[in-house]
């Protein structure tokens, strides 16, 4: 699962406040596949031989980190235990049908099961909100003795089974996903209905009819009665019966597709290895297929037909990500396809559904959209495709285990970035994944295992995700790639298709390195927090000795106060020759003393950059301004940029100017945004960055600096920038610099991009008619109001109450009002939309009060008070309030 946090949202929304006025190549190398297990044992787990039985799997060694005092307490901690097992869900069988009209699907489940160990006579399945029409015996007629309670299926066996029986139960039901008092969510699946119908009628002439699962946490069984649990798997069959001008996707292999006498047609598919319930998905519609082989299993692409031939690149690199990874772990991909498919109104961000995963339509893009962010894509396929290994295969018991998957996942980001783009472009999405787990954890955070959530979509946080992606970083780092990845295969084979608790990947990398780990598990797994470390460098000139001095500053009533750390220190001669010096932090403050027959030119803490903390580093001018010149990696540049701004000097100016010219396109971005970049000294480079850097950022930033030059020396760089070819930011940036060079020849350059296909424009043409208002572009507005969403909601919003201003006809004015109010008033509408449409009035109201028109003011104000009243977002409520 990869979310779209609303903490995104969250982040925007104070941004946009805060900010506007209140008016490849295939990897040669094959890898050793897994053996795969020759059955299953009665548990459904695979058989093992004798010599790997696990060790240890519930004993927790001392605890090698000093806690915070601890209150006293007068009742035990929350904790949220790992399902426990009656019975064992052996084979899940399930054939659907679908009622557009109610948003129905008529369902028939044959579930084989056995008891788990203790014998018993009744089973309890999840079975959300169903009409349950027949519970028999597979192939009776009988029916069996059951309670239901809209939540659990309480089926009586009539006699007691032990665990060596098998029996099969078939249900006959009709989910109704729609038909509920209420519904869940949570900030990174903001829907729990399981099963969703989109443009069910047909009545949205612009979006395609679909039908697509959800499942993750436990909203499958809203669509199939399950045991819905994340230690729970089974096997699967689906029969699903569709129109026959829709395809079908669902795990594993498309085994028949049989065209029925009424117009329909059933798809097989069946899925021949144990995955867990929360994994079984669904999708439906019309859908071109695009299909390619990777070591001779199938790889399919499915999107919307316009996007048929973008499909490759909207999932960019995939047979090379599979090599990839399949190398890296020496575990070649074990299922028996790889399917992605992309949704209409997805709930979150993508999915890992086991061989089949779901994206939202923002991965569909063209590829000239995707010059722009073709990152975005690269991470998010590969997120999901390392969940096939770590989530799928090997996947977590219990949802505060989920850093398990997620963990992985994310960091599978990292290395996918390494190997295709560089060290460079993998530190800078680490350093961003740092500050998202900073920005969450200003308290200390929750423990990374944390059994204590109140609820188990809390688990979705930057903690499992980028925290767990962090530490796997940290650990990397610590024990070598060597062991790292080796004990990744160890703890893949001893786990396959079984559930696992973080002491099992402890125990994977104790058995390869030899070593305890404890110490790191225990103070970065099951506690809570990170370092913040002040950080003092010391030279005597008299004992030829240098020192750094470490005082360890985090607070929280769950934080450790002291952190047990390994960090590498490299001290540097004039020469920028380093000399690498390894410490171990354990003190709350602590100085560490260096021979050197000079004074350092530089000492580097945590030279390797891996360290997950919070640091305050003492460097003074000259030390930061060697660091970024001969320190290598993207971090100590970064670090020295910083650095050099917050204390200016004669330094800062000429580094940034290097900069402007450093290896990596993001320094070269981040030098471009530093004050004063602008100035006409070093307008030569910006020029030449404008004109030919590789980089679509880097020109789109330098186009901007050109443009509030007023020098229209530079108007052949921004026309020659505005070609077909170019990346839609870049063309943005020329057109928006253009209008501050040339107005008229702004205009016209609007006229031919007015008519481009896509929404990238939108914009900053916006922005251009909202300066220069004309009757004649009202149409722009109106046509594009409806599709004005995300992110670009804002600006787009607040621009065309400026051009209503500007035009000032005040009829017009009022019926955009009414426009806005509708969009605002329209829960089914995205938030971005409603937050978008509610400024846009709370605008036009200010300005109405700074011209005195009190009683267009009153209008608006109340149109605004009924907004607020209606509006059910906790967090639009409360930036509805900063109006």
Request: aromatic share 12%; proline share 4%.
């Amino acid at each position: 699962m990869r979310p779209l946090l609303s903490t995104t949202l969250i982040a925007l929304l104070t941004l946009y406040l805060a900010c506007t006025p209140k008016t490849g190549n295939k990897t040669s190398s094959t890898p050793n596949p897994p053996g795969e297990p020759a059955m299953w044992d009665s548990m459904g787990k695979p058989l093992m031989g004798e010599d790997e039985a696990p060790v240890e799997y519930n004993l927790l060694d001392e605890v090698n980190i000093e806690p915070q005092a601890q209150e006293n307490l007068d009742s035990l901690r929350p904790y949220n235990a790992s399902h426990t097992f009656e019975v064992d869900l052996i084979h899940t069988k399930i054939e659907i049908s679908f009622d557009w009209a109610k948003k129905r699907a008529n369902g028939k489940a044959t579930l084989t099961m056995r008891p788990w160990f203790y014998a018993t006579d009744k089973v309890t399945l999840d079975a959300k909100n169903f009409d349950i029409q027949s519970v028999t015996f597979d192939g009776k007629s009988e029916q069996l003795k059951r309670d239901y309670n809209n939540q659990q299926l309480t089926i009586h066996l009539g006699k007691t089974y032990s665990r060596t029986e098998e029996f099969k139960i078939a249900i006959t039901y009709t989910a109704k996903p729609d038909e509920r008092e209420s519904f869940g969510g949570s900030a990174a699946i903001t829907s729990d209905k399981g099963l969703y119908f989109i443009n069910a009628d047909g009545a949205e002439k612009d979006k395609p009819m679909q039908i697509w699962t959800q499942g993750e946490t436990e909203s499958n069984s809203f669509w199939f009665p399950t045991v819905d649990k994340p230690n729970e798997r089974c096997t699967q069959e689906m029969y699903i019966t569709v129109e026959d001008k829709y395809k079908t996707l669902s795990n594993g292999l498309l085994i028949s597709s049989k065209k029925n006498a009424d117009g329909t047609r059933t798809d097989y598919w069946k899925m021949d290895k144990p995955h867990a319930p929360y994994l079984f998905m669904m999708a439906i519609g019309e859908y071109a297929v695009v299909k390619e082989k990777w070591r001779g299993i199938d790889v399919e692409y499915y999107v919307e037909p316009k996007f048929e031939a973008h499909a490759r690149d909207i999932y960019p690199y995939t047979p090379e990500m599979l090599e990839f990874f399949s190398t890296k772990l020496n575990y070649a991909y074990p299922w028996s396809k790889f399917s992605q498919v992309t949704v209409r109104d997805y709930v979150s961000g993508a999915m890992e559904n086991t061989t089949a995963v779901i994206f939202g339509e923002f991965m569909q893009k063209t590829k000239r959209e995707l010059r722009d962010d073709h990152m975005t894509n690269e991470k998010v396929v590969a997120h999901e495709m390392f969940h096939q290994w770590f989530g799928d295969l090997v996947t977590t018991e219990s949802w505060a285990n989920l850093t398990l998957n997620e963990g992985f996942a994310n960091y599978s980001e990292y290395l996918w970035i390494e190997q295709k783009h560089g060290k460079d472009a993998a530190d800078e999405h680490l350093m961003t994944e740092q500050q998202g787990y900073f920005y969450s954890a200003g308290d200390g955070g929750h423990p990374l295992i944390h059994f204590g959530y109140e609820n188990q979509e809390d688990m979705f946080d930057a903690h499992s995700y980028n925290k767990g992606g962090c530490i796997l970083h940290m650990l990397r780092q610590h024990v070598g790639d060597e062991a790292f990845f080796a004990a990744l295969n160890r703890y893949l084979k001893k786990n396959e298709y079984t559930e696992v608790e973080s002491h099992e990947l402890r125990l994977a990398f104790e058995d390869v390195t030899g070593q305890d780990f404890n110490w790191f598990f225990n103070q970065w797994f099951l506690g809570a927090g990170h370092p913040v470390l002040d950080i003092e460098y010391g030279w005597d000139n008299d004992t030829k000795k240098a020192s750094i001095t470490v005082t360890q500053n985090q607070e929280g009533q769950e934080v450790a106060r002291i952190f047990d750390l390994p960090v590498a220190v490299d001290l540097y001669d004039v020469s920028g020759k380093a000399r690498r010096e390894n410490i171990r932090v354990t003190k709350r403050n602590q100085t560490f003393f260096f021979d050197s027959p000079s004074k350092p030119a530089l000492i580097n803490f945590d030279a390797t950059k891996t360290l997950l903390c919070l640091k305050t580093d003492h460097h003074n001018a000259q030390e930061w301004a060697f660091m970024y010149r001969n320190a290598p990696l993207y971090f100590d540049r970064v670090e020295a940029l910083n650095g050099l701004q917050a204390e200016p000097s004669a330094l800062t100016d000429a580094v940034l100017v290097e900069a402007l010219s450093d290896k990596f396109h993001g320094i070269r971005q981040e030098a471009m945004m530093a004050d004063g970049m602008g100035a006409a000294a070093n307008l030569p480079i910006i020029a030449r960055l404008a004109e030919s850097d590789p980089s679509p950022g880097v020109r789109a930033i330098a186009i901007g600096l050109l443009g509030r030059t007023n020098d229209k020396q530079y108007i052949p760089i921004l026309q020659k920038n505005m070609g077909n070819e170019q990346a839609y930011s870049v063309v943005g940036a020329a057109l928006s610099a253009l209008q501050r060079l040339d107005a008229n020849a702004a205009r016209e350059a609007s006229k031919v991009l007015q008519n481009d296909d896509s929404e990238n424009f939108t914009p900053v043409l916006a922005e251009l008619y909202a300066e220069q208002p004309e009757r004649s572009n009202l149409s722009f507005f109106e046509q594009k109001l409806d599709k004005a969403d995300g992110f670009g909601a804002f600006p787009f919003f607040d621009n065309y109450q400026k051009f209503l201003i500007g035009l000032g006809d005040a009829a017009l004015l009022d019926a955009s009002v009414e426009k806005f109010k509708s969009i605002s008033l329209n829960l089914l509408t995205s938030e971005w939309r409603r937050f978008g449409a509610t400024k846009a009035i709370a605008d036009l109201r200010n300005h109405f009060r700074e011209k005195g028109n009190a009683s267009k003011v009153a209008e608006l104000d109340a149109i605004i008070t009924e907004i607020k009243a209606k509006e059910t977002d906790a967090t639009l409520k409360l930036y509805y309030d900063m109006f």
